[in-house]
């Protein structure tokens, strides 16, 4: 077997807490290549467990050596130092570990219990601040191991015994955000404040937990506050940023994201929020957008890295009688739009044809996540494994054709991308704009959404299904459309869209409308209007353009998914945001509780979703080209009340027999490109 096929096969194991099977296999992965930086760093792991620390501070230092870039395996070899005894060993690693680029926050639990001799056994003796001292170093080390509620309880456990122990306190606080418990973490990091008011990191936390519940405005102020207290902290006016956008401050939110690049440049999470913002909004051009993507790998990859992956071979056999190994990378195999959406391709995938790996970039799984298990050939979670790793991994396996879901959107790990993992790489559904990235082959589309005239716009060759480009699987315990008879006349306009969708455009395109339609209010929902900070400052934007609000309603949170869909039975029509991103799940949920859409076609694939998606009905003629025409199509819908009636019966019975629902069909025509691209790629000399 290759290498990295018993890797794969160690890293199942000790996933699956099979220790033994694990540490064999990494034990024969290090007798083929003794300096095998994972290999030898997750055997350490599982020496430390077996408490035999001497023989895991090997391990570590074996795999520094061949990787002294990696944060996780200085972590480990200090912690397994600490445990063993050899404190003044430890507090050199740590300061090594400085000069590498190690965070000295992540690295600061770990100089406090340095300072200390090592615990390898508490007696009664010990102090109640030594035993947190020593759960303290449990918890660290469950979560080395990705035991993320045993973390939880050992860092409890330790403010529990000594209530000013702040360093407990932060990492349960930081652990509860990562685990989405948010409500526990603002409580934590409350009193956590009460002891270090003057900490940066306690109001991130903070605002993290905040913004969790939707208390948007209240996290941005957090971040402002730490910001103040520690100006140089990058990552706070990265959440900064994501805060304002979030309250669909744009403008502002570009600034916090270019001021954190400023004092971090190649920070990736700062670069592609930022691209991802800008495709967003539509607060510059298709071409200064790509200009703006292309840096991104200019910024995260060396020249030697982009050299390596530019002379890159593969040696992938003729497909002949064997099946497509086909690869979906994504972050998103969890409760979100995304795999909403592709969780019906997987079902209908022909795995006499297709065999489907999944690569989860995420490291937290819910019920959606076992569903795809099920329904992948192979399944690993490469969270916590790093980018040329997770290549290597992916060589092993022979992939045909990788797909990347996530384009600059969260858990992306395009820098896998960036280092050519497979013959053919792709970006499919999970973004609205180029990668920027030379090594993505291909962006997948149709012909409304990626028409061959916004081709330029694209890094990527673009490639056009015949068909439109993605489909909506409507449920059928979705509650059934109801006609709602108004009074005097009114008419309901509305959206369900993210508050950053809603452009400066938008503002002045629906105060227009509103002014044409006396008789007509506004209803806006989504999440972020549960906040009043956030609602007051929606009413305001509006006032702006002389609409009151008085005809302006909003809805925040709702307490269920049936809930949310009811909601659309107070609507009659459905507007499409203006200038920026459209709607895509939005759009299709309103049609499907028998609400019409009217969109405008704009000139970048963020604005041509919902376009696409009509035309797929068969309701092309709610599509306007230019903004006047969009208000006289809303206008000539508000006054056709027997249409719109209609349109609340039949548009659920019209979905279901579109190509917008017709799941298989997308299916094979994705599996037809699949092996055309890889047929391409076999036709070339290698």
Same mark, same amino acid.
């Given at each position: 077997?290759?290498?990295d096929?018993?890797?794969?096969?160690a890293?199942?194991?000790?996933?699956?807490?099979?220790?033994?099977?694990?540490?064999?296999?990494?034990?024969?992965?290090?007798?083929?290549?003794?300096?095998?930086?994972?290999?030898?760093?997750?055997?350490?792991?599982?020496?430390?467990?077996?408490q035999?620390?001497?023989?895991?501070?090997?391990?570590?230092?074996?795999?520094?050596?061949?990787?002294?870039?990696?944060?996780?395996?200085?972590?480990?070899?200090?912690?397994?130092?600490?445990?063993?005894?050899?404190?003044?060993?430890?507090?050199?690693?740590?300061?090594?570990?400085?000069?590498?680029?190690?965070?000295?926050?992540?690295?600061h639990?770990?100089?406090?219990?340095?300072?200390?001799?090592?615990?390898?056994?508490?007696?009664? @003796?010990?102090?109640?601040?030594?035993?947190?001292?020593?759960?303290?170093?449990?918890?660290?080390?469950?979560?080395?191991?990705?035991?993320?509620?045993?973390?939880?309880?050992?860092?409890?456990?330790?403010?529990?015994?000594?209530?000013?122990?702040?360093?407990?306190?932060?990492?349960?606080?930081?652990?509860?955000?990562?685990?989405?418990?948010?409500?526990?973490?603002?409580?934590?990091?409350?009193?956590?404040?009460m002891?270090?008011?003057?900490?940066?990191?306690?109001?991130?936390?903070?605002?993290?937990?905040?913004?969790?519940?939707?208390?948007?405005?209240?996290?941005?102020?957090?971040?402002?506050?730490?910001?103040?207290?520690?100006?140089?902290?990058?990552?706070?006016?990265?959440?900064?940023?994501?805060?304002?956008?979030?309250?669909?401050?744009?403008?502002?939110?570009?600034?916090?994201?270019?001021?954190?690049?400023?004092?971090?440049?190649?920070e990736?999470?700062?670069?592609?929020?930022?691209?991802?913002?800008?495709?967003?909004?539509?607060?510059?051009?298709?071409?200064?957008?790509?200009?703006?993507?292309?840096?991104?790998?200019?910024?995260?990859?060396?020249?030697?890295?982009?050299?390596?992956?530019?002379?890159?071979?593969?040696?992938?056999?003729?497909?002949?009688?064997?099946?497509?190994?086909?690869?979906?990378?994504?972050?998103?195999?969890?409760?979100?739009?995304?795999?909403?959406?592709?969780?019906?391709?997987?079902? !209908?995938?022909?795995?006499?044809?297709?065999?489907?790996?999944?690569?989860?970039?995420?490291?937290?799984?819910?019920?959606?996540?076992?569903? !795809?298990?099920?329904?992948?050939?192979?399944?690993?979670?490469?969270?916590?494994?790093?980018?040329?790793?997770?290549?290597?991994?992916?060589?092993?396996? @022979?992939?045909?054709?990788?797909?990347?879901?996530?384009?600059?959107?969260?858990h992306?790990?395009?820098?896998?991308?960036?280092?050519r993992?497979?013959?053919?790489?792709?970006?499919?559904?999970?973004?609205?704009?180029?990668?920027?990235?030379?090594?993505?082959?291909?962006?997948?589309?149709?012909?409304?959404?990626?028409?061959?005239?916004?081709?330029?716009?694209?890094?990527e060759?673009?490639?056009?299904?015949?068909?439109?480009?993605?489909?909506?699987?409507?449920?059928?315990?979705?509650p059934?459309?109801?006609?709602?008879?108004?009074?005097?006349?009114?008419?309901?306009l509305?959206?369900?869209?993210?508050?950053?969708?809603?452009?400066?455009?938008?503002?002045?395109i629906?105060?227009?409308?509103?002014?044409?339609?006396?008789?007509?209010?506004?209803?806006?929902?989504?999440?972020?209007?549960?906040?009043?900070?956030?609602?007051?400052?929606?009413?305001?934007?509006?006032?702006?353009?002389?609409?009151?609000?008085?005809?302006?309603?909003?809805?925040?949170?709702?307490?269920?998914?049936?809930?949310?869909m009811?909601?659309?039975?107070?609507?009659?029509?459905?507007?499409?945001?203006?200038?920026?991103?459209?709607g895509?799940?939005?759009?299709?949920?309103?049609?499907?509780?028998?609400?019409?859409?009217?969109?405008?076609?704009?000139?970048?694939?963020?604005?041509?979703?919902?376009?696409?998606?009509l035309?797929?009905?068969?309701?092309?003629?709610?599509?306007?080209?230019?903004?006047?025409?969009?208000?006289?199509?809303?206008?000539?819908?508000?006054?056709?009340?027997?249409?719109?009636?209609?349109?609340?019966?039949?548009?659920?019975?019209?979905?279901?027999?579109?190509?917008?629902?017709?799941?298989?069909?997308?299916?094979?025509?994705?599996?037809?490109?699949? @092996?055309?691209?890889?047929?391409?790629?076999?036709?070339?000399?290698?």
């Amino acid at each position: 077997m290759p290498i990295d096929g018993l890797l794969h096969e160690a890293l199942q194991a000790h996933g699956a807490q099979q220790l033994e099977k694990a540490k064999e296999l990494y034990v024969n992965v290090l007798r083929r290549e003794p300096s095998h930086p994972v290999a030898n760093h997750n055997l350490g792991l599982i020496l430390v467990q077996s408490q035999s620390l001497a023989g895991a501070v090997v391990c570590f230092k074996q795999a520094l050596q061949a990787q002294p870039s990696e944060p996780r395996f200085w972590l480990s070899c200090i912690q397994a130092t600490i445990l063993s005894g050899a404190s003044e060993v430890a507090r050199a690693l740590i300061e090594n570990a400085v000069k590498h680029g190690v965070s000295p926050h992540a690295l600061h639990a770990l100089r406090l219990q340095a300072i200390k001799p090592a615990f390898q056994g508490i007696s009664h @003796q010990f102090s109640e601040k030594h035993q947190a001292d020593q759960l303290l170093a449990a918890g660290l080390q469950h979560m080395a191991l990705g035991q993320h509620a045993e973390a939880v309880d050992a860092y409890r456990q330790a403010a529990e015994l000594f209530p000013t122990h702040t360093e407990a306190l932060e990492r349960l606080g930081d652990t509860l955000v990562a685990l989405f418990r948010h409500e526990e973490a603002i409580e934590v990091f409350n009193q956590l404040l009460m002891l270090k008011p003057e900490s940066g990191w306690a109001h991130l936390g903070l605002g993290m937990s905040l913004g969790g519940v939707g208390l948007i405005s209240q996290a941005s102020e957090c971040y402002r506050l730490a910001i103040s207290l520690e100006p140089s902290l990058a990552v706070a006016h990265t959440l900064y940023a994501k805060s304002l956008q979030d309250l669909g401050e744009t403008g502002p939110s570009i600034q916090a994201y270019r001021h954190a690049l400023t004092l971090s440049p190649s920070e990736p999470i700062a670069n592609s929020n930022l691209l991802f913002l800008l495709s967003y909004t539509g607060r510059v051009t298709p071409v200064e957008y790509l200009q703006e993507a292309r840096q991104w790998e200019q910024r995260s990859q060396t020249e030697i890295e982009r050299s390596l992956a530019r002379s890159k071979t593969f040696s992938h056999a003729p497909l002949g009688a064997r099946r497509l190994k086909v690869a979906y990378m994504s972050g998103d195999f969890r409760q979100h739009a995304v795999a909403y959406f592709l969780e019906q391709i997987y079902q !209908f995938h022909d795995r006499e044809k297709i065999e489907v790996y999944s690569y989860m970039t995420n490291p937290y799984e819910d019920d959606v996540s076992a569903r !795809f298990k099920v329904l992948s050939n192979h399944w690993t979670n490469i969270a916590e494994i790093a980018d040329a790793n997770v290549c290597q991994l992916i060589e092993a396996q @022979q992939i045909d054709v990788l797909i990347d879901l996530s384009g600059h959107s969260a858990h992306n790990r395009l820098g896998v991308i960036a280092r050519r993992a497979a013959p053919v790489q792709a970006h499919y559904l999970g973004y609205c704009a180029s990668t920027g990235l030379t090594q993505m082959d291909y962006w997948i589309g149709d012909t409304i959404v990626t028409p061959s005239e916004i081709s330029s716009h694209f890094s990527e060759r673009v490639w056009r299904l015949p068909r439109v480009w993605t489909s909506y699987h409507g449920r059928e315990d979705a509650p059934q459309p109801r006609v709602v008879d108004r009074v005097d006349g009114e008419i309901v306009l509305g959206s369900f869209n993210q508050l950053g969708k809603i452009t400066e455009q938008t503002y002045a395109i629906w105060s227009e409308i509103l002014k044409r339609l006396p008789q007509a209010k506004l209803l806006l929902k989504t999440q972020a209007l549960s906040d009043p900070q956030t609602r007051n400052k929606l009413l305001v934007s509006f006032q702006r353009f002389g609409i009151s609000a008085n005809r302006i309603d909003l809805i925040g949170h709702t307490n269920s998914w049936a809930d949310h869909m009811r909601t659309y039975d107070r609507l009659d029509i459905a507007l499409d945001p203006v200038g920026g991103m459209g709607g895509g799940t939005t759009t299709c949920d309103a049609m499907w509780m028998g609400v019409p859409v009217v969109a405008l076609t704009g000139v970048a694939v963020s604005q041509r979703m919902t376009p696409s998606i009509l035309q797929a009905v068969g309701h092309a003629e709610w599509v306007a080209a230019t903004k006047e025409e969009y208000i006289s199509k809303v206008i000539s819908l508000a006054q056709a009340k027997h249409l719109l009636k209609q349109h609340r019966l039949d548009l659920r019975d019209e979905m279901r027999t579109s190509p917008l629902c017709d799941a298989k069909g997308l299916t094979q025509a994705l599996e037809a490109a699949y @092996q055309t691209m890889f047929e391409k790629f076999a036709s070339k000399p290698h």
